[in-house]
Each structure stands twice: as structure tokens, then as C-alpha cells.
């Protein structure tokens, strides 16, 4: 038996009281509850478990239960797909919110739950809320004696610049030990994302050229179609480099970068990503290019002097043996030309009797289930001859049922598996890494609905070329 299914069947024997702070918000309704349902579908809730939902709103356990119910049928599993019945039985409501202050009912459906359990239930709290709200929920918890023993997980981002993030993370460590603590960033339980790392370590070929020797770039890009429209106020108050790169991308180009692990169990991986994260050098304000898509401040709710980047693209250098003199160019932006979300390693240009063809790229889709596309420069069939780049693709989707980040996500947390979760060093490296650039912004550029973004976003893959282009 692996340590993987031990753990999962401890977690199943381990009645678990899971409190999800902002229950009636948006996270909730399209992500966390829907994943909590999936899991029960696939018979992977612990035994005896229950779940609260808490909010400042006031709601029955009843309405809470029909609230849950309307999000599934709006963003699935469906509840007649799956034990709705006795899942929603397990449901539970706390009205008034939780603040160090004034617990609401949060207490009172905590010991209601207890007794239901048999009173020795592991806790488990959930914040999602707005980031900024962490810092007081954090010092509710040990307010209320709700800290010991528990497992806490908190949404991204976690801090908003280096000194809101040690100030954060001084009063978690003061709360609760780091081993309690799981931060979300849910592209690492992409399931294309994890397939980057099995697809290196597991094929010995691909591990050989994972290196500066053969590699010449490293490209993330996350782009997408749609405008701001729905999220208009949370997004003028962030911007794509804060949403985007400083949080996903580089986790993402820390996940490419990081040296093998001792193995794959949780606290390997993510001491692995933490040390890659560590080795970035201190970006560049040159080296970054903002956006501003034409006609964004004409959305609701967007000022009309807004300086908010819609699109942020960067070059990273990271300082070790492995990937010294390789760029990573990031790249995130609204209003793109396509919806993509790919990683993509750019191998050198071959010399001598092909100087001059086209550089071979390894891609991983990171899109639905996941794809790996491998560009090679071969002959051209014909009398003529001469040389084409063709591609193969393997759409991992077909290999099995994939699951959604989320669902990956809450199960770790149960099992108690950290390893799709960031880890404070890593977190505090990137921090530090934008520092400069936070202090030092560069000018927003203007650039048209549709296209990869501004010219100078361009450039920063010269002598190359962006793979997305």
C-alpha cells in the first residue's frame, strides 16, 4: 500500500468538521462546494463529516442547504448525479459572521456538530474570503480557541507586497505551526500542471535536456479572451502582474525550474518549488512590460484615470547551475487573442548541417485534461525536400477522467498532502523578487482587443520569438 492511500484512508476514518468562511460568495458557489460534492460523489468525504457554512448573512441550515443545492445545478456535478440526499444532511449553517470581537453562531454550530460527531472531530477552516480579511479571521481563530489541532487554509493571494505578506505571515506563525497551514494556488492541482513534473522525471529523454544546455527559453503564458466585466472592482484594485504572474506564473515556472526532489511525497515537492522560487533573481522594472487593453476604462466600475495593467508580461532569470543564462518570459493578459494557458521549453537551434531551422519546443497545454505537443524539424516528403517543423500531440484527456483543481485541492487537505500547496519560503522569495519592480513600475502601454498585447511585450523574446504569437 502506498503512503498516499494510507493517508487517504486515515483522513476517511477521521471525523472532520470542514468550516468554509464566505460560504455564500462566489469561490463557493463555482469551486468549493461543487468540489465537496464531486468528492462525495466519488466516495472520498471522510466518514462522519460535516460542513459549515458561515457568513455575515442570516440563513437556516435549511436555506444554506438549498443555497448549496442551486450552485451545483448551476456549475455542476448535478445533485441527482450524485448522494444529494445524504450529503446535504451534513450541511450546517452559522448566521453573523466571525470576528475576534463577535463569533456570530459560529461557536454554538461548531458544538452542535461536535456532539453530532462524537466530539473528537478534526477542524478544518477554510478562508474564502477577500485576502484582506485574512489577517483579522486569523486572529478570530485564536480569539475563539479554534487554532490548535486544526488544519487552516487560505485563498491567494497571500499579501499583496512583501511587507503585507510578512506582516500576514508573522501573525499566522504566531496562531498556528506552519505544518497546519495549506496556501492555495490552484494551477499547481492543475491536472496538465502536475503531468510537467511526471512527464520530466519519468522519461528519462525529456529529463537529459531539462537544462540550459539544450534549452533556450522557458515560456508561461496565460492568456485569455474575455474583458473584466464581472469582476471589474476586485480587478482595478489588482491588476494582472499581482492576479497573475507574481501568484500563478511563478509557481508555475518554479515548478519547471526546480531541482528533482528527494521524492514525490507532499513535503518534497514543495520544498523543491520553494528553492527554485529562491534562486530568482530580483526582476527587473526594465525587463516588464503592462498593458492596458484599449476601452477598459469604459467598463462599470473602472475609473476612468484607471492605471491598472490588464496584461503583464516579465523576464525572470533564475541563478543556479541548471537554468543560468535561460529566460523565463511570463506572460498574462485579458483581451488576448486566444484563451491559452501553456508551458512551453524552447530547445537551442541546431548548428552545423541545419543551422538555421526552426528550434524545436516541448509544450504542455494546461487547458480541459491537458496536452503535450512536440514540435520537431523534419524532412520535407517530396521531390523537392527541404526542411518543415511538424508537431505531435498527446491529449492527455483521453488517458483517464480528470479531476478539477479543486477537487484535488480539498482532498489534500483532508489527507493532510501539501504538496500542491505553496510554502512560506517560496512565497516570501517571490515577494522579494518583485520588490523593486513594485517601487519602480513601469509606464502602461496601450494595446488593442485581440492581439498578443504591446510590441514591447514582443520584444522580450528576442532573439526569439514568443511560441503564442
Request: glycine share 8%; proline share 6%; net charge negative.
Amino acid at each position: 500500500m502506498t503512503s498516499n492511500a494510507h493517508s487517504t484512508e486515515q483522513s476517511q476514518s477521521t471525523p472532520t468538521i470542514f468550516v468554509m468562511y464566505g460560504a455564500t460568495g462566489d469561490l463557493s458557489r463555482r469551486l468549493v462546494s461543487p468540489a465537496f460534492f464531486e468528492l462525495a460523489r466519488l466516495g472520498r468525504l471522510p466518514q462522519q463529516w460535516r460542513l459549515i457554512g458561515s457568513s455575515r448573512g442570516e440563513k437556516t441550515h435549511e436555506e444554506f442547504r438549498e443555497f448549496i443545492r442551486e450552485a451545483l445545478e448551476e456549475f455542476g456535478p448535478q445533485p441527482a448525479d450524485g448522494p444529494w440526499d445524504d450529503f446535504a444532511e451534513h450541511l450546517l449553517f452559522a448566521s453573523g459572521g466571525f470576528t475576534e470581537d463577535d463569533p456570530g453562531q459560529l461557536l454554538d454550530v461548531l458544538a452542535e456538530a461536535r456532539e453530532a460527531l462524537g466530539g473528537d472531530a478534526e477542524l478544518v477552516h477554510y478562508l474564502a474570503i477577500p485576502p484582506g480579511a485574512f489577517l483579522d479571521a486569523t486572529k478570530a481563530f485564536a480569539a475563539h480557541g479554534l487554532a490548535e489541532g486544526a488544519r487552516v487554509v487560505y485563498e491567494k493571494p497571500y499579501g499583496t507586497s512583501l511587507e503585507t505578506f510578512e506582516e500576514l505571515d508573522a501573525e499566522v506563525h504566531r496562531v498556528f505551526e506552519e505544518s497546519q497551514v495549506f496556501r492555495i494556488d490552484h494551477f499547481l492541482a492543475f491536472e496538465a500542471q502536475q503531468d510537467v513534473i511526471h512527464a520530466r522525471f519519468a522519461n528519462p529523454w525529456l529529463a537529459s535536456i531539462w537544462n540550459r544546455e539544450h534549452v533556450a527559453q522557458v515560456q508561461v503564458d496565460i492568456a485569455e479572451t474575455l474583458d473584466v466585466a464581472q469582476r471589474a472592482s476586485f480587478y482595478d484594485a489588482t491588476g494582472a502582474f499581482l492576479d497573475m504572474i507574481v501568484t500563478h506564473l511563478f509557481q508555475m515556472a518554479a515548478t519547471v525550474a526546480m531541482e528533482p526532489p528527494a521524492d514525490l511525497g507532499p513535503g518534497a515537492l514543495q520544498a523543491a518549488r520553494d528553492a527554485a522560487l529562491q534562486d530568482f533573481r530580483e526582476l527587473d522594472p526594465a525587463e516588464v512590460v503592462l498593458g492596458q487593453f484599449e476601452g477598459y476604462t469604459d467598463i462599470d466600475g473602472v475609473p476612468d484615470d484607471s492605471q491598472t495593467d490588464t496584461l503583464a508580461a516579465c523576464r525572470v532569470w533564475i541563478d543556479n547551475d541548471r537554468w543560468r543564462g535561460v529566460p523565463f518570459l511570463l506572460r498574462s493578459g485579458k483581451k488576448m487573442t486566444a484563451d491559452e494557458q501553456r508551458v512551453t521549453l524552447v530547445l537551442k537551434s541546431p548548428g552545423g548541417l541545419h543551422a538555421g531551422a526552426e528550434p524545436a519546443t516541448i509544450s504542455f497545454s494546461l487547458l480541459e485534461g491537458g496536452a503535450i505537443d512536440v514540435a520537431l524539424t523534419v524532412r520535407t516528403p517530396g521531390v523537392a525536400g527541404g526542411l518543415t517543423q511538424g508537431t505531435a500531440s498527446l491529449a492527455l484527456s483521453g488517458l483517464g477522467e480528470p479531476a478539477l483543481p479543486y477537487v484535488h485541492l480539498i482532498e489534500h487537505v483532508l489527507t493532510g498532502d501539501r504538496s500542491l500547496f505553496t510554502g512560506v519560503d517560496g512565497l516570501r522569495a517571490a515577494w522579494t523578487c518583485i520588490d523593486r519592480f513594485s517601487k519602480n513600475r513601469p509606464q502602461i502601454e496601450s494595446y488593442a482587443p485581440g492581439t498578443w498585447g504591446p510590441a514591447s511585450a514582443d520584444a522580450l523574446a528576442e532573439p526569439g520569438t514568443w511560441f503564442l504569437r
